[in-house]
């Protein structure tokens, strides 16, 4: 009998690997509408409250005219939801956690990192969805792509590196909490105060002295102050000083910055686990 | 060759007051082709050594091979050896059966085209043809563990570890299950399996190595074991308490043994040397004196029997997943 016999299994292929768990992260959207839906919902209702809520009282760049400040609140709100998929992957490999998935994949001969590369790329697809979403939502209140195609494309490749980074962040807390609750909300916290002391909602020029370098050189309002910057929307009083004035290099340097470290010690997180 | 080799494993959880030695210096052969139980109760380390045994976990002291690779310095060759199915269904329950099989087997580097033919044959060996192409949240219990075997089988691994496969099912899975496991290791495979219950034992292995508080404190076949406890014995319970004395001379007399005496179950207990002859005679003197029988019969000492000998306190099935609660604690 060869069946017990033949070892016909290769060495492991971090590509294939990584692309066959993408395909495993993707497959699962269809069969939880649920999670698309309110996946979506969340970004939408900020923008409802923001734009006709709270806009008519909130000025931007000394003016209180409620269309300039729906399209200032777009740049915002797209960097605020693109932070916000961090909650996709610390829930996703929670999940995977809790089942017992991680487990029996750290016993198959695959690549170290592809497990989480698989859940990270399969993430990034189902947020840049979500921001098609958003942009159509944007239109519908009036946004609009004032500036070069070129800079458009340049404003969504800064959007979707950015979400790229924050789900490394959200990999290393699910792979560290002890439950999918926890992951979700471990994911989430920290997010609020970091996208409400940032230029995402309001400008940072009306805040106290002592927050506003802190809203300056947040990560999410260099990404908020590049897509506007790139889309030809209001970007408020910003003052001067590296982050107003290179908003598109530093929201690329966080980028690179988040990812290199997060990737690697999620990745090592992975592996810790794997050799206790 | 033994298939798994393992000598002076030690493994310590935690540290200082708090710490637990979950492995002790065990010790353990498996010669290949054949079907070993690790028998214990909850936190003996039934878990924690397949978890070392599959890479899962560095051992503190002592070595494990798998097919004479160590499975510390190699765990890249020794996962493509290998097969793993835990204690719980690890399986994508948002994935279809189908899915799931040809994702294993693209995971351990078959082709595309060869993972979906092997994922055909284990749907249908498994007897999961027509659930292929639901998703597997609409599994019942018992569909998802054979799932999850099927897919430590993909890669046809010459070593499978089942870490308690039937722990929860009904009766009736568990016996589907005892069923395709067997299968399986007439086409040659060598099995490692940690089981709670001892009817499992006796049912699958070929020996059965008896573990606690980290240790082997027994191993041999289910026979050897129960020998080692004793051979047959006689009990009898007599209608009439007044009539014990009477009732222990007549079955002394018959079995030629010591004869123990539960005067609050009014029951002889002695060692039946020639089985059923020895039974008749009892039958026979306790008639003579014409003393009252309720119940007699011969009794094999049962696996129960063995563990209480052994470990001098009864196995407890307690829930499956306090075994190794230490599970959680390392994969955090």
Known sequence: MTTAESTGVGRAHPVTDSLVLVWRNLKRLPRQPDMVVYGTI????????????????IS??????????????????????????????????????????????????????SVITGRVVGDLTFNAFVLLVMVGCGFAVGWRIRGSLWEAALAFLILLGFTFAMLWIGALIGLSVRSVEVASSAGLIWLFPLTFISSCFVDPAYMPGWMQPIA??????????????????????????FPSDHPVLLSILYVVAITAVFSWLAVRKYQRTTAR | MSAIEIAGLGKTFGSGKQSVHALDHLDLSVPESTVTALLGPNGAGKTTTVRILATLLQPDQGSARVLDHDVAQEPDTVRRLIGLSGQFSAIDENLTGRENLWMFGRLYGLASPEA???????????????AADRPAKTYSGGMKRRLDLAGALVA????????EPTTGLDPKSRLELWGVIRDRVEQGVTLLLTTQYLEEADALADSIAVIDNGKVIASGTSDELKSDVGGERIEVVIHDTAQLGAAREAVARAAECDVEIDERLRRLTGTACDGSATLVQVIRELDAANIGIDDIGLHRPTLDDVFLTLTGHVAEPASAAADDSVTQEVAS
């Open chain 1, 42 to 57: 969340q970004p939408i209702m900020f923008v409802v409250l923001f734009a006709y809520v709270f806009g008519g009282s």
């Open chain 1, 60 to 113: 931007v760049g000394g003016t209180n005219d409620a269309s300039t400040y729906r399209e200032f609140l777009m740049g915002g709100i797209f960097a605020q939801t693109m932070a916000f998929s961090v909650a996709s992957s610390s829930v996703g490999l929670a999940d995977d956690m809790s089942k017992g998935l991680i487990e029996r994949f750290r016993s198959l001969p695959i690549a170290r990192g």
């Open chain 1, 216 to 241: 300056e050189w947040n990560p999410i309002s260099a990404v908020a102050l590049a897509v506007r910057d790139l889309f030809g929307n209001p970007v408020g009083d910003t003052g001067d000083g």
């Open chain 2, 116 to 130: 979906r033919q092997r994922s055909a044959e284990l749907l249908d060996l498994f007897d999961l043809v027509e």
């Open chain 2, 156 to 163: 046809h691994p010459r070593v499978l570890f089942l870490d």
